[in-house]
């Protein structure tokens, strides 16, 4: 009897790689609650017309550069595909510090590595004997992490990701225990803007950092990626908040027109554990501040830290591979 594939019995869980690129460590593991996976996955088909082959047509094909790239969409019950996408994790009176990694820094499971790679298993799955439709992404490193943050909505994490290779199974999918601990909502967030003043106006936070992820494809005999360079970081915070007379000259005057630096923190606190993204040197570097003829006055700023620490208490075991 034929199956059709449905959404249903889909399942992305991830392992941690350790000592080389591409190489795995442990087992499967929980990300979180995905609700959507898109894979990116370039073949490397080059078509190839020429003069003398008399004729419309395409003359030949070639094999170029393999690149696989993904994004995927989660409600978070933890915060480590976030210490992936910053940097190193360590541990300190019981909370996860997640601190920034740069080029000359290594990484504690990787040679040669700032950031720490880990591997995606896709799968969908069918009562058939053999017919399920698995695909494993090895050497996955975080190119984009965007937290968004709205009033009367769960917070959502969308993840864009850099890869080395696929492999295809349609044999048996690795069991992972789903986590039913509730994921956090707009009601565990605090935006502290700056650090000290709590903005009990704002109604959406969206937290990006960007890794600008380079794949290089050298002269080494290979069609797959060497391994992912982590460029330039970037940091952005969009924030939308309810103008009052509490906030709306200071953010505007003070540190808009008036340019001055402040740290800011978001804090969420839930049944998962607490989190809390803390960011030092900001400055707003764009803001809008409308005047409609009805309804409630909205500012939105653009904010860019230049440094990111993140603090987290939960029941996790390890945000490391050991």
């Given at each position: ?39 990116s ?17 395409i ?40 601190r ?18 880990f ?77 000290g003043?709590?903005?009990t ?72 554990g ?32 230049t ?11 390890s945000?490391?591979?050991?």
């Open positions: 009897m034929t199956y059709k594939y449905i959404g249903d019995s889909n399942q992305l869980c991830f392992q941690f790689e350790s000592g080389t690129y591409a190489n795995t460590s442990g087992t499967r593991q929980w990300i979180g609650l995905v609700q959507d996976h898109t894979p996955e370039g073949a490397g088909v080059n078509p190839i017309r020429f003069q003398g082959n008399y004729n419309r047509n003359g030949l094909f070639t094999d170029g550069q393999l690149e696989y790239t993904g994004t995927f969409t989660y409600y978070p019950q933890d915060w480590k595909m976030l210490a992936f996408a910053v940097g190193s994790t360590g541990i300190s009176a019981g909370s996860r510090l997640i920034e990694t740069n080029s000359d820094d290594v990484s504690y499971a990787i040679t040669g590595q700032s950031l720490n790679s591997t995606l298993e896709d799968s969908k799955k069918t009562p058939n004997t053999g017919g399920n439709f698995i695909r494993t992404f090895n050497g996955c490193m975080i190119d984009t992490f965007d937290l968004t943050l709205s009033e009367g909505e769960i917070c959502s994490v969308d993840v864009g990701y850099v890869a080395q290779s696929v492999d295809f199974s349609s044999g048996t999918i690795t069991a992972v225990t789903a986590r039913t601990t509730k994921p956090y909502m707009w009601s565990d967030v605090t935006v502290h803007l700056p650090s003043t709590t903005l106006n704002a109604t959406e936070f969206n937290f990006s950092l960007n890794n600008n992820i380079e794949s290089r494809f050298p002269l080494n005999g290979s069609r797959t990626l060497e391994s992912p360079q982590p460029l330039s970081r970037d940091y952005e915070v969009s924030s939308t908040f309810l103008m009052d007379s509490s906030n709306a000259k200071t953010l505007y005057d003070q540190y808009y027109i008036g340019g001055s630096s402040f740290n800011s923190m978001v804090e969420m606190k839930a049944v998962a607490s989190a809390y993204i803390i960011m030092s040197g900001c400055r707003i570097t764009e803001m809008e501040t409308p005047s409609p003829v009805e309804g409630l006055h909205e500012q939105t700023a653009t904010i860019m830290p440094s990111v620490n993140v603090n987290v208490y939960d029941s996790i075991g945000y490391n591979a050991w």
